[in-house]
């Protein structure tokens, strides 16, 4: 599943219901924060509007008298000199508190929404399928699963805010005008209309350039990403100034979009401009015209200007923020099209919960891709005994990795079955189907935080004995020791701060504090001395013993401690047996690929080297030889007095 552009056009309806979950448990605060939003606005007109009363009557030094409700009331111009200015001051005051209140609000509902969004996203993200990950890139799930949550709520909700303090500032003003005279009005209002249609021309420039900016913005978090993880290998092979032009060509790629995007939209500002200042221009004529009628006052046609100028500011920031909407509404669609990816590898409804392994594992014609087309592993039989150790060995991409992650359903099989006493793998619970198997990876990642907590993972509910008792048999007390701080020790992301043999029995105490019935182990091909081999030889042991273990095997003591092994060659299994059998086979790939390991392992230890290593990475680089007779195998016949497989079914 790749994340790409999204294509579909979202209107505002789809938007809102799709939120609506989100923002239903704030809602509340979200009518407080319109609803005080509205006043907000309005008190925008009131230096407009009480100028008319001011210039006609204070100027002038005229009383006003007017009728409410039967009672004649004066104002005398003494009294409003001192009552308009102070008015205009404490509506001021008034709408400063409404100010500051709408900001609070708007920003605790909005905060809430994008948290809440955030999380929802996250859960999503975490049982989401293992093929997501390998099709995308870290940036392109961080940019959407982030970047692009804040950009959906968090910028909504004070888009919307301004919107609507910007859109009652205008219908205030605008109402100032119409009180002043509607025949200004109408002129004034028609000419600022017109400065909405760039605006609206603009949009699908935006949603273009607002997906092109997350395209990009997501390779410059992956480049960032990959100079600090790959940090060594980009120092050791130089490659310093290769990510330098490669984020060089990213900032570049970001500004010229931003600047595509500017040079179409930085006219907008100018031309409403210059359309308001015509309406300006003709007010100004038209409205002579009416003072010298005697339609308009002095007064009320100076209100009419001052409103009409201050109509400029709300109306723009209406087409800016209509604008900025309209990048939410892309960001929005590219985060709730994450909500419609459903994982593929979840729990059937009639799932049962796995409750130990009491007989075995049993491929049954299992074949399985990544991709259409590409066979990775072809009809798979093969069955393992409960307790029985089997060893997976065979050429480098031959499928012995995928058979590991079958297991654990991080994929499932394209045909066939994974039967675990009797039962399809799939029919059980993930939950409970991952609980009962300890996996050890090939390359072992570690999380930030201490070597306690990285072990306790493995099972949270542990014990400090249990714990000791990991930490013992996987044979990490001398390296407790050595540490500062023990196993409290804090560790680099990843386990940077360890070594690869370290990182691996760290990983081994955590399969083993998990305590699961099966074991997959898949060996590090990474070379490790002879004393180091031996010290995680021994930890492994320890993780094996009384389990149901399939081991993919690189190193020669390994392979020996099996009860059978299988050889997988291009995702076919080409021989099955022990190590006896499979040697006595001519021919046999198993028997060269020993053969040629062992040699080298002597012809190393002549040297003084260090044997294991050697022996570990030819095993791990060895192709099998290309006209080997590859034996057919008939048939697999189980032997229940030893709870192990006979393999006589291989012939030559
Ligand atoms: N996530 C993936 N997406 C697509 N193809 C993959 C993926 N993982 C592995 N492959 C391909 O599947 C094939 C089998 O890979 P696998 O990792 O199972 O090999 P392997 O036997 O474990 O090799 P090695 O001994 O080198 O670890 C290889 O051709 C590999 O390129
Ligand atoms: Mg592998």
Do not use: C
């Amino acid at each position: 599943m790749k994340l790409t552009e999204t294509k579909t056009k979202r209107t505002w309806l789809w938007l809102i219901k799709n939120m609506w979950p989100y923002m239903k448990p704030v809602l509340g605060r979200v009518f407080l924060g319109v609803l005080v939003a509205v006043p907000v606005g309005l008190l925008e007109g009131v230096t407009a509007f009480v100028l008319k009363p001011y210039l006609d009557y204070v100027v002038n030094q005229k009383d006003l008298a007017f009728t409410v409700w039967g009672n004649d009331i004066t104002l005398t111009a003494a009294a409003m000199a001192y009552a308009i200015p102070l008015a205009v001051v404490v509506f001021a005051a008034l709408q400063g508190v409404l100010r500051y209140l709408n900001e609070y609000l708007t920003d605790w509902t909005s905060q809430k929404m994008t948290n809440s969004v955030k999380i929802a996203l996250f859960n999503r993200l975490v049982s989401m399928d293992t093929a997501l990950f390998d099709d995308n890139d870290s940036g392109a799930i961080f940019f959407r699963y982030f970047n692009d949550a804040d950009a959906a709520s968090t910028s909504l909700i004070s888009n919307l805010k301004t919107l609507i303090t910007s859109a009652f500032g205008a219908v205030s003003l605008v109402f100032v005008l119409l009180y002043n005279s509607w025949r200004l009005a109408l002129v004034g209002i028609t000419v600022l209309a017109l400065a909405f249609i760039p605006v609206y021309l603009i949009r699908k420039r935006v949603k273009k350039t607002s997906n092109r900016n997350m395209v990009i913005g997501s390779s410059i978090v992956t480049n960032f990403h990959e100079t600090t993880s790959g940090n060594r290998i980009m120092r050791s092979y130089g490659l310093e100034q290769q990510r330098r032009d490669i984020f060089r060509q990213q900032v570049h790629d970001a500004f010229n979009n931003n600047m595509s995007l500017v040079k179409r939209a930085a006219w907008m500002s100018p031309l409403m401009y210059l359309i308001a200042s015509v309406g300006i221009a003709i007010v100004l004529g038209y409205g002579t015209s009416l003072i010298g009628a005697g339609k308009m006052s002095v007064g009320g046609f100076s209100s009419f200007v001052t409103s009409l100028l201050l109509l400029y500011k709300p109306v723009k920031t209406i087409g800016t923020t209509l604008t900025n909407l309209q990048n939410v509404l892309a960001a929005a669609g590219r985060v709730f099209e994450l909500f419609d990816i459903k994982p593929e590898i979840t729990d059937i409804p009639e799932a049962v919960e796995m409750d130990g392994l009491k007989q075995g594992i049993e491929f049954q014609d299992v074949s399985f891709s990544y991709r259409p087309d590409v066979p990775v592993l072809r009809h798979l039989n093969l069955s393992i005994k409960k307790n029985e150790m089997l060893a997976l060995v065979g050429n480098s991409g031959g499928g012995k990795s995928t058979v590991a992650n079958l297991l654990p359903r991080f994929y499932d099989v394209v045909s066939g079955n994974i039967l675990f006493d009797g039962r399809d793998i799939r029919s059980y619970t993930l939950k409970s189907l991952r609980a009962n198997i300890s996996m050890v990876f090939q390359d072992n990642f570690l999380f930030s935080g201490t070597i306690r907590e990285n072990i306790m993972m493995g099972n949270p509910s542990a014990t400090e004995e249990d714990l000791r008792l990991a930490v013992e048999s996987a044979h990490l007390e001398e390296l407790a020791a050595d540490l500062p701080q023990g196993l409290d020790t804090p560790i680099a992301e990843g386990g940077k701060s360890l070594s690869g043999g370290q990182r691996q029995r760290v990983a081994i105490a955590r399969a083993m504090i998990k305590n699961a019935p099966i074991v997959v182990l898949d060996e590090a091909t990474s070379a490790l001395d002879n004393k180091s081999e031996g010290i995680v030889q021994k930890a492994l042991d320890n993780l094996m013993k009384n389990r149901t273990v399939i081991v993919i095997a690189h190193r020669l003591s390994t392979i020996k401690n099996a009860d059978r092994i299988a050889v997988l060659n291009e995702g076919e299994l080409a021989e099955l047996g022990t190590h006896d059998e499979l040697m006595a086979i001519e021919n046999g790939q198993y028997r060269q690929l020993y053969e040629m390991q062992f040699q080298q392992q002597k012809a190393a230890g002549e040297d003084g080297e260090d044997t294991g290593a050697v022996a570990a990475e030819t095993y791990a680089s060895a192709e099998l030889p290309e006209n080997t007779a590859i034996p057919e195998i008939t048939g697999v016949q189980e032997n229940e007095s030893t709870g192990k497989e006979s393999t006589d079914g291989i012939t030559e």
